[in-house]
């Protein structure tokens, strides 16, 4: 998209290929903020470092008919990226937003999560691509 720059600004390219770069990544960042910010609109002062530690939302996942509706725990907040198979796990006892009771499928697809280390490690191989099935 730089292509229309003469050569004698090679230099301002490189510096704007890298901004733009950077900007990409925190638009994708806002982009997120956005939407789930919309779903809590007495959402507080954002946090950015708890905000920049959220994984993107799974692009693969396999659920098999025996899981795909069972029930898990989601905080709804803009900084959770995992959902909890128990209600009294300590993770999910640290959420003060809205903790919600949905099923494995919803919790991944609509709220982009991925099984917690602490509560649900066995969950591990629904994200697993290399794992033969
Ligand atoms: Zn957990």
């Given at each position: 998209m730089y292509t229309f720059l003469h050569?004698?600004?090679?230099?301002l390219l490189?510096?704007?290929?890298?901004?733009?770069?950077?900007?990409?990544?925190s638009y994708n960042q806002?982009?997120?903020?956005?939407?789930?910010?919309a779903k809590q609109p007495e959402t507080p002062a954002v946090?950015?470092?708890?905000?920049?530690?959220?994984?993107?939302?799974?692009?693969?996942?396999?659920?098999t008919p025996d899981i795909y509706k069972n029930r898990v725990y989601v905080c709804d907040d803009i900084y959770s990226d995992v959902f909890h198979v128990k209600y009294d796990c300590e993770v999910l006892a640290k959420c003060d937003a809205t903790k919600r009771n949905v099923t494995l499928v919803t919790a991944i697809r609509d709220f982009?999560?991925?099984n917690c280390e602490v509560?649900?490690?066995?969950?591990?191989?629904?994200?697993?691509?290399?794992k033969v099935r």
């Open positions: 050569r004698s600004k090679i230099a490189a510096t704007l290929l890298l901004t733009g770069f950077a900007s990409c990544q806002t982009d997120k903020t956005d939407i789930a910010a946090d950015s470092v708890r905000l920049a530690a959220r994984r993107p939302a799974p692009e693969f996942y396999i659920l982009g999560r991925y509560c649900s490690p066995e969950l591990a191989h629904v994200f697993d691509e290399e």
